[in-house]
Each structure stands twice: as structure tokens, then as C-alpha cells.
């Protein structure tokens, strides 16, 4: 499971970080996922690995421009770049009246299918490799969070003890692997007995902002990864003249521990927190540090990261 994050800006770009957009892929697969897509989010994609031939569906948290302000152009290039997969848009209510003003959608015009889906809060929705249910964040406006569960691998053979009984790869194994016993050389093989323990799915959730990381509650339970804003260290938003709903570092960090998350990458970023201010990202860095002992980041526009089955998060 591979992140690319392609904007790491909370509320406006930087020199140094886009606004929000992140890329999800899974192994053995020939398509990818986008969670967020701010302005300018195209221009991300043409600077990293990804394509824009193989995207096939946008996930929206919540409807704050830099969130979601990318969207008519990336699906307008799509078109002119005559990549004409389909693609789904998944977003809170409001987002297909947004689309539909900015662009025309109809297959006529565009050249490929363009599903709109407005989600609600609890909603569970399935795909090829994974689950996704929505889940309901604290935030000024309506916001959500994504708890992604991917499939269980069931049907793996155990290769080796096959081939201990004289049975080599073959047909035969995928009449095993459908549950199916079969008679090879007078032997009878019960697939019961050649199939591999489950491999049970990595799991995560990819938040939209958020004020309140312990709303996300018995999900956050042991979960193998959160993607989560950390937009400010705790004193400078204590100091904020105006209070917005955003979730500070000690709060992530103390949060993420309680329920013993085992991975953490903190993204949306305020923009003072940058290489030539007083305020560097390390402050938030070691304010996490401060309460929380598992594996984390603080990532950066265009850092790449895989999630093992190991279940380890590591930096590529």
C-alpha cells in the first residue's frame, strides 16, 4: 500500500507545500485513488509517478476550497489528454451542483463516464480491493474522514506442502483454491489442509480536518495507519486571536497514543510553519514526540510512503 502525498498545505500554497491532495495505491494493481484535490493538484501529478490515464476515483472530505478547488481542471485535462477511463468523484452534498457549474459532465462533452456520488455520514461503500466507510469529523463546516479496510487474502495455498506430495503449479490449484478437493495421482487433496492461515487487510483512515482526532473512537482502535491534520502546535493556537477548528499536534499526539495507533503521517501544514521563519516544522514534530511512541511523519509535498503487511509505515 503506497502514499504519495501531492499537498501538504493547510489552507493556501507555500513556496514549500501545495494544498491538499494525496495519492493511494495498492500492489498488483493497475489503478490508483485520490483523497482531496486542491488547486493545482494537476500540476502535482505531472511532477510525480502518477498518471492521470490511471485515476479512477476522487475522494472529497469536506467542501473548503483547498480541498476541492482542483477538481474541474484535473477532470478538463482528462479529457484533452483523451485519457478516458471512467472516474467517480465521492463528496459530501454540494459537490455535484460545484462540478456541474464548473464544467459540463456529460459524456457527449467529456468523452468518459463521470459519476458524482454525495456520501453521507456511516455510509459504506465497496471497491476492488477495500472498504470505505465514512466517517464524521469536528470542523466548521460539514467534514469526513475515510476508515479504509483492505480485503483479506483467504485463498493463498501453501505451495511448499503441495509440492511435497508430488503435486506441482498446475490447473489443479485454482480448483484448490475454489474449494474444490481434487484427485491427483490417486491421491485425494481436501483443500482444508494446503490453505495458508488469512492474511488479514492493513488498515487506515484519512481524515479531512479536523478539531477532534478522539471523535474517530473505536476506529482509531490498533489501526495499522492515520493520515491526520496537524495544523498547529498547541501555543501558537493557544495564542490565535480567533479560534478555528483545526487539531494541534499535542492533541494528535496524545490522541493517536491513547488508542495505540501504530503509524501516524501528519499532513495540512499552516503555512508559518516553513524553512525560512522562526517556526519550523520541527516544532510540531517534537510536540508529537512529546506523547506519542509510535512510528510517524510529518509529511512533505511529493514524500512517498509504503505501508507493509508488516504493518510499518516507511519513508521511500
Not at 506519542?292 to 503487511?309: K, N, Q
Amino acid at each position: 500500500m503506497k502514499l504519495t502525498f501531492l499537498g501538504t498545505s493547510a489552507g493556501k500554497p507555500t513556496k514549500e507545500r501545495n494544498v491538499s491532495a494525496l495519492g493511494l495505491e495498492f500492489e498488483q494493481d493497475n489503478k490508483w485513488y485520490l483523497f482531496d484535490c486542491g488547486e493545482a493538484t494537476q500540476h502535482q501529478i505531472m511532477r510525480s509517478r502518477l498518471s492521470i490515464g490511471k485515476l479512477d476515483t476522487i475522494f472529497i472530505t469536506h467542501l473548503h476550497g483547498d480541498h476541492y478547488y482542483g477538481l474541474p481542471g484535473l477532470l478538463s485535462t482528462k479529457m484533452l489528454d483523451k485519457a478516458l477511463k471512467p472516474v467517480s468523484v465521492y463528496g459530501p452534498k454540494g459537490i455535484k451542483k460545484f462540478i456541474e457549474c464548473a464544467l459540463d459532465i456529460s459524456f457527449e462533452h467529456l468523452g468518459y463516464e463521470l459519476k458524482i456520488i454525495e456520501y453521507k455520514e456511516k455510509e459504506t461503500f465497496v471497491f476492488d480491493k477495500f472498504i470505505l466507510k465514512v466517517l464524521s469529523l469536528v470542523h466548521s463546516i460539514e467534514s469526513f474522514a475515510f476508515y479504509i479496510k483492505e480485503n483479506d487474502i483467504s485463498n493463498k495455498l501453501n505451495e511448499e506442502k503441495l509440492r511435497a506430495e508430488g503435486l506441482e503449479p498446475s490447473p489443479l490449484y485454482g480448483e484448490l483454491k475454489r474449494g474444490r478437493r481434487i484427485i491427483f495421482e490417486g491421491k485425494k487433496f481436501d483443500p482444508k489442509e494446503f490453505m495458508l492461515e488469512p492474511v488479514l487487510g492493513r488498515t487506515l483512515i484519512i481524515a479531512g480536518d479536523n478539531s477532534k482526532p478522539a471523535v474517530l473512537g473505536s476506529c482509531l482502535e490498533e489501526l495499522d495507519l492515520l493520515v491526520h491534520e496537524c495544523t498547529y502546535t498547541q501555543e501558537i493556537y493557544d495564542h490565535l486571536p480567533v479560534k478555528v477548528l483545526h487539531t494541534t499536534a499535542k492533541e494528535l499526539g496524545v490522541t493517536v497514543e491513547e488508542k495505540h495507533v501504530k503509524n501516524l503521517i501528519a499532513t495540512h501544514i499552516a503555512p508559518r510553519y516553513n524553512k525560512h521563519s522562526r517556526f519550523s516544522v520541527d516544532m510540531i514534530q517534537d510536540e508529537i514526540k512529546q506523547s506519542y511512541s509510535g512510528r510517524f511523519f510529518i509529511a512533505d509535498d511529493f514524500d512517498v510512503y509504503l505501508l507493509g503487511r508488516n504493518r510499518v509505515i516507511e519513508k521511500l
